[in-house]
C-alpha cells in the first residue's frame, strides 16, 4: 500500500470559487491568480480547469508562465513581479505574455528594447504597501513615457491593497490607498486594477476594470472576519492521511520529541502518517484541531518529519486505517493555520512534493 498521505483537489470547487469571484464584479474582467503552483494546487490542472472561465492568469515569473505555455495553455499571463532581467524581454511578447512594470529601470528596459510584438503592460503604482511600484507622484509621468513608447500597446494601472482582509482601521485603508492613485489615473478612459481576494469580497470601490482573486480561487477567505459571500467559497484541497498504529500510554509517559505531551491519564494515542516534511507545520500548537473519520480530536505531542500523533481517547471506534483530515472540506484552513501562527495561504503553499496531489472533478 502506498502512505496514504495525499491532497485532495476539487477542481469543481475551484471552478465554482472562480465564478462567484467574477460575480462580484459584473461586467468586468477577471483573472485567475495561479503563482506558486496555484498556491500548492497545482498550476496546470488548476489553469485548464479555469480555461473556459477566465480570459487570463497571473504568476510571479516567467518560469511559472512559461510551465502553462508548455502545458497548452493560451491565455494572456500576466507577470506579477514583472520581469527581473532585459534578457525576458524578448520572451513576453513572444509568449503573449503581459508585463507588471514597477520601476523606471523596467521601463528603460523597454524603451531600449528592439521587440517581437506590441507589450501589454500593468503600471504599478505604491499606495502605500511600500513593496513595489511607482510613487503616485511619478506615476502619471510613467503612463505618459509608457504609451508613448512604440514597443507598448496597452497599459493597465494597478496597485495592491495592503490591509484589505482586515476589520479594525490598522494601517493605510483600501479607501485611501484607491486615493492616492493620480486623478488622472483613475479616469474613465484608464483601465485599472485594485482588488487581490479580500478587496473583490469586502470592498465595492476595490472593484475596478481587472480582479486578481488568489487565495479565494482555493476556497479560503482572506478576511478576518467571514463575510456573506467568503461564507461561500468551498474549501478546494483536503489534506488528507490515515492513522498507521495506535496505543494506549500510562500517565506520566509522553508522547513524541521533547515531552510536550504528557499524559495526565491513561490515554489513545494514533499515529498519523503527516509531518512536516509533507507540509504540516512543525509550529502547530499542542491541541490543532485534527479529523479522525470525521470527528474532532487534537493534536497530541509535537509534529515530526514524517508522523504526528493525535489523541483517540474519545474515540473507540478509530483505529489503524481511519481517515485523517488535517485540513479542508470539512475543517477550515484557516483554523489549522490560526494554531500554527499563520494563515492558510502558507499552508496551502508549504505542501511539498511527497504529498500526491489528486485531483476530483475537473
Ligand atoms: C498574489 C497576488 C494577488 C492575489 O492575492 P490573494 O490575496 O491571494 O487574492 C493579487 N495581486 C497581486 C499583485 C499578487 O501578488
Not at 497548452?72 to 509568449?95: D, K, M, N, Q
Not at 503581459?98 to 524603451?111: C, G, K, P, R
Not at 508522547?255 to 512543525?282: E, H, K, N, S
Not at 474519545?314 to 489549522?336: F, I, M, Q, R, Y
Request: contains cysteine; glycine residues 8%.
Amino acid at each position: 500500500m502506498a502512505r496514504p498521505a495525499v491532497a485532495e483537489i476539487d477542481l469543481d470547487s475551484i471552478r465554482a470559487n472562480f465564478r462567484l469571484a467574477a460575480s462580484l464584479a459584473p461586467g468586468s474582467n477577471t483573472l485567475a491568480v495561479v503563482k506558486a503552483d496555484a498556491y500548492g494546487h497545482g498550476a496546470t490542472r488548476v489553469a485548464h480547469s479555469l480555461a473556459a472561465e477566465t480570459g487570463a492568469f497571473a504568476v510571479a515569473s516567467i518560469e511559472e508562465a512559461l510551465t502553462l505555455r508548455q502545458a497548452g495553455l493560451t491565455h494572456p499571463i500576466l507577470l506579477l513581479e514583472g520581469f527581473f532581467e532585459a534578457s525576458e524581454l524578448a520572451i513576453i511578447p513572444r509568449e503573449g505574455f503581459w508585463a507588471v512594470v514597477h520601476n523606471q529601470e523596467q521601463l528603460e528596459q523597454i524603451a531600449d528594447a528592439a521587440l517581437s510584438g506590441p507589450l501589454t503592460v500593468w503600471l504599478k503604482v505604491d499606495t502605500g504597501m511600500h513593496r513595489l511600484g511607482f510613487a503616485p507622484d511619478q506615476a502619471v509621468t510613467a503612463y505618459r513615457r509608457l504609451q508613448s513608447l512604440p514597443q507598448v500597446a496597452r497599459v493597465v494601472v494597478m496597485s495592491h491593497l495592503a490591509n484589505a482582509d482586515l476589520q479594525a482601521a490598522e494601517g493605510i485603508s483600501v479607501a485611501n490607498q484607491i486615493e492616492r492613485i493620480p486623478a488622472e489615473l483613475r479616469a474613465p478612459d484608464v483601465e485599472t486594477s485594485v482588488a487581490n481576494s479580500a478587496g473583490l469580497l469586502d470592498h465595492e470601490p476595490a472593484r475596478q476594470a481587472w480582479q486578481r482573486p488568489g487565495i479565494m480561487l482555493y476556497g479560503a477567505s482572506p478576511l478576518e472576519k467571514d463575510s456573506p459571500h467568503s461564507r461561500r467559497l468551498q474549501a478546494a484541497m483536503t489534506l488528507k492521511s490515515r492513522v498507521i498504529a495506535t496505543r494506549w500510554v500510562e500517565p506520566g509517559e509522553q508522547v513524541g520529541y521533547g515531552a510536550r505531551f504528557v499524559a495526565t491519564q491513561r490515554c489513545r494515542i494514533g499515529t498519523v502518517a503527516m509531518g512536516y516534511a509533507d507540509g504540516y507545520p512543525r509550529q502547530a500548537i499542542e491541541g490543532t484541531p485534527v479529523l479522525v473519520d470525521g470527528q474532532r480530536t487534537r493534536l497530541a505531542g509535537r509534529v515530526s518529519m514524517d508522523m504526528l500523533t493525535v489523541d483517540l481517547t474519545h474515540l473507540p471506534d478509530a483505529g489503524t486505517g481511519s481517515e485523517v483530515e488535517l485540513w479542508g472540506k470539512c475543517l477550515s484552513a484557516n483554523e489549522v493555520a490560526a494554531c500554527c501562527d499563520t494563515i492558510a495561504y502558507h499552508l496551502f503553499t508549504g505542501i511539498t512534493q511527497r504529498v500526491p496531489r489528486v485531483y476530483r472533478g475537473g
